[in-house]
């Protein structure tokens, strides 16, 4: 841990961290570049030996999170699917210490998650819910030559290695501004995580204890999560949850303009969506009009909370970022914030968001973010927001009213602006994220995946 | 939610009910009122104490299944009825408003 390097961004504040940062892979606590740009592998291990073969040459290239705050060079990670990890050959007993809806997939989960209807793993593009995926590569880099240079290297270990089968590459890239495919700035809110060394942003609350998202590490219960065996497997590894969203562009214009006469009213109804103007700037601080300078600021961007706006005047209570992180609004049931929190990745891939795209067409325009939301129980909290606090209203007492960003709509959906006098309820809200994919993953540990390589034959 | 000491105060019931997912219930009674819970549940023959992993295990291995359970409102959660409370309170008061 003495061999940090200073941090690359002026804002972040270093301390000493407390967790094994060598051994943890970098894309867990390592924030994307701005601008970012890389891509997702996808493969299948048709030999174990090969698949384990191909761990070994690639380990030495996975960056560890070891001054994580610096992305100024590229970096990959690796993450294996429960098919992944049988692939391999990992011993039976170890399989059998994975949680359960780790080994049947996120597909199998769909229930758990209401992935139904239009986002029914029936409706996935292949490869997702095939089962074939076996191994997730990312790539990280803040420079077209450096994604080059890292995609190179990765394919350079795979490609023409005989029992390694690529299932697609999906390139992602930075919108301009750094926008996400819905025209406003993403990736700001991410939960602060004890231990980690970089002192939190305004406003990012407490830290989180390391356990939440780090697998051998006390959570905020004060114990570890239990953790899949031998412990060189488990420890320092994490979960992941991918998931692939098509942006159906034309369909959120269209209810934009059917529901704003103006362009003012257009934007405010869009910032009453999220709960940001698409700068970035948070309606509890700019309720009236947008602030982009304020956007643009992440010491002053999230550093709010509810307590002055406990009627949901500013930001709507069933506002994307609200039921993201209640922060501190009075929620109807006891919960704690703290333990449905995720580290997410966002990442955008098609043509920039497009405002005069009003066509169903549009809506069919391959376009959107695929996202890697990392935690220790990825599956568990998953299938929490996606059953609570997406997919449903109840738990801040707003009925049924769903995510109106990532949401599934059902048929006269609607969305609720609170307001003085009375509030405005705006009827025929659509699906304007469509599930097209989605799989569990664990990112091991530097030292598991070198465990993983260097598995022999009789171990199974 | 509810306690119930029963075969002359050696056994005791622990019954509750509520709306959502069985583990993130638990998971938030864990974060957030720990001691309570061990207060109540520390007589237990073999509880290993609510911050212990196995806990929620040893919740599921004594879990009764129930024979009957009747909802009047099967589509109304707690949340809603207090939604629903508030929203007649103002509908009294817009309508007193208008017809005092």
Excluded at chain 1, 339 to 367: C, F, K, M, Q
Excluded at chain 1, 421 to 438: A, K, N, W, Y
Aim: hydrophobic content about 40%; proline content about 8%; aromatic content about 10%.
């Amino acid at each position: 841990m003495s061999s940090v390097q200073e941090p690359a961004a002026g804002e972040l504040s270093v301390q000493a961290p407390t967790l094994d940062l060598h051994e943890i892979q970098a894309t867990v606590l390592r924030q994307r570049p701005a601008p970012y740009l890389g891509a997702h592998m996808l493969l299948r291990v048709d030999d174990a030996r090969a698949g384990r073969e191909l761990l070994r040459r690639l380990t030495p290239h996975v960056d560890s999170a070891a001054g994580w705050w610096n992305a100024a060079s590229p970096w990959l990670s690796v993450a294996v699917s429960y098919a992944g990890l049988e692939a391999l050959g990992v011993p039976a007993d170890s399989l059998q210490s994975f949680p359960e809806a780790f080994r049947v997939g996120m597909a199998a989960r769909a229930r758990h998650l209401g992935d139904e209807g239009l986002n029914d793993p029936k409706n996935w593009r292949p490869p997702y819910g095939t089962g074939e995926i076996h191994i997730g590569l990312s790539a990280f880099s803040d420079s077209e030559e450096k994604r080059s240079q890292v995609l190179a290297m990765a394919r350079e270990q795979y490609e023409r290695l005989p029992g390694i089968h690529p299932l697609g590459m999906q390139d992602f890239g930075a919108q301009p501004g750094d926008l996400n495919p819905l025209g406003y700035k993403d990736g700001i809110d991410q939960p602060a995580i004890e231990g980690s060394g970089v002192e939190p942003l305004p406003g990012q609350g407490p830290r989180i204890r390391a356990g939440e998202f780090i697998l051998g590490y006390p959570g905020e219960a004060g114990v570890p999560l239990p953790m899949p065996e031998p412990d060189v497997l488990g420890r320092n590894g994490t979960f992941v949850g991918l998931r692939k969203y098509q942006s159906r562009v034309g369909a959120f214009n269209r209810f934009l303009q059917a529901h704003g006469s103006t362009e003012e009213e257009r934007e405010l109804l869009a910032a009453k969506l999220v709960g940001r103007w698409r700068s970035g700037a948070p309606l509890t601080l700019a309720p009236e009009v947008d602030d982009p300078a304020l956007g643009a600021d992440p010491r002053r961007n999230n550093d709010f909370d509810y307590a002055n706006d406990p009627h949901g005047r500013q930001a709507p209570f069933g506002c994307h970022i609200r039921r993201m992180n209640p922060r501190n609004s009075k929620l109807s049931r006891l919960t704690d914030v703290n333990i449905h929190r995720l580290i997410r990745r966002g990442t955008t891939y098609g043509p920039p968001y497009d405002p005069n795209a009003l066509s169903v067409e549009a809506d069919e325009v391959p376009r959107g973010a695929i996202f890697l939301f990392i935690s220790a129980k990825a599956m568990a909290t998953l299938e929490f927001l996606q059953q609570e606090w997406i997919n449903d209203g109840n738990f801040i007492g707003i009925g049924d009213e769903r995510d109106p960003i990532i949401g599934l709509q059902e048929e006269g959906a609607s969305f609720t602006i609170p307001k003085e006098p009375v509030r405005r309820r705006v009827h025929g809200i659509e699906t304007f994220h469509v599930l097209q994919g989605g799989e569990y993953f664990f990112m091991p540990s530097l030292s598991a995946l070198r465990w993983i390589g260097n598995l022999v034959e009789t171990e199974r | 939610m509810r306690f119930v000491f029963f075969d002359n105060d050696t056994r005791m019931l622990f019954a509750t009910s509520f709306d959502g997912d069985w583990d993130t219930y638990i998971d938030d009674f864990i974060a957030l009122i720990p001691d309570y819970l061990d207060i109540i549940d520390s007589a237990w023959e073999g509880w290993p104490g609510i911050r212990n992993p196995g806990a929620k295990d040893y919740i599921v291995k004594h879990q009764i299944t129930a024979e009957g359970w009747f909802v009047a409102n099967p589509e109304l959660t707690l949340a809603e009825i207090q939604r629903l409370q508030r929203l007649g309170k103002a509908t009294d008061e817009f309508l007193d408003k208008i017809n005092p």
